[in-house]
T-cell receptor, first 115, second 114 residues
């Protein structure tokens, strides 16, 4: 069965601090996809990244970076030099190949960046 | 700008009422989804549809039904609203492809059942 755990319910940081959001997943499939979404106060979830299970290369996009480690079933998300606009709820999600339309979401981590 | 549009941002209904939540996407996507979002539980899939007039139950379909008469529109129906259906409802769509495509989301409908 698929499962996504985000152990951090809420995180508060001061602007310019680095912050890492943890994501641990469970799946029996060897082929799967991992996602991160951002939900700002407006409510709409915004896609941040998709990673397939065969690509363990870490990715950096501006202040955002992702660390995918199959050995620990983790797909962690780091924001460098956080800004107030990063305040949002962040969701990690898993989708198994063959069940392409069934996403399992974690409970989310609420990040508050204080000025 | 591609969009998934949900008809209402906030909705207040009474117990026992029949409630319709509408969702329209302009991306010609085959797949559409209804999720429910509750604090601490993340997003849970209610129903999804991969084609017109097709529907599949998700993880929590009880108390809900759906309708997809046109490709761009996917409706969620609460036949007889109950207080435990007070929640944020999110519609999403995606394209069918060889790989698991990302979801595009609407802004959500916060439903309160009194």
């Amino acid at each position: 069965a698929q499962k996504v755990t985000q152990a951090q319910t809420e995180i508060s940081v001061v602007e310019k601090e680095d912050v890492t959001l943890d994501c641990v997943y469970e799946t029996r499939d060897t082929t799967y996809y991992l996602f991160w979404y951002k939900q700002p106060p407006s409510g709409e979830l915004v896609f941040l990244i998709r990673r397939n299970s065969f690509d363990e290369q870490n990715e950096i996009s501006g202040r955002y970076s992702w660390n995918f480690q199959k050995s620990t079933s983790s797909f962690n998300f780091t924001i460098t030099a956080s800004q107030v606009v990063d305040s949002a709820v962040y969701f990690c999600a898993l989708s198994e190949a063959g069940y392409g339309q069934n996403f399992v979401f974690g409970p989310g981590t609420r990040l508050s960046v204080l000025p | 700008d591609v969009k998934v549009t949900q008809s209402s941002r906030y909705l207040v209904k009474r117990t026992g009422e029949k409630v319709f939540l509408e969702c329209v996407q302009d991306m010609d996507h085959e797949n559409m989804f209804w999720y429910r979002q509750d604090p601490g539980l993340g997003l849970r899939l209610i129903y999804f549809s991969y084609d017109v007039k097709m529907k599949e139950k998700g993880d929590i379909p009880e108390g809900y039904s759906v309708s997809r008469e046109k490709k761009e529109r996917f409706s969620l129906i609460l036949e007889s609203a109950s207080t435990n259906q007070t929640s944020m409802y999110l519609c999403a769509s995606s394209a069918t492809g060889a790989t698991n495509e990302k979801l595009f989301f609407g802004s959500g409908t916060q439903l309160s059942v009194l």
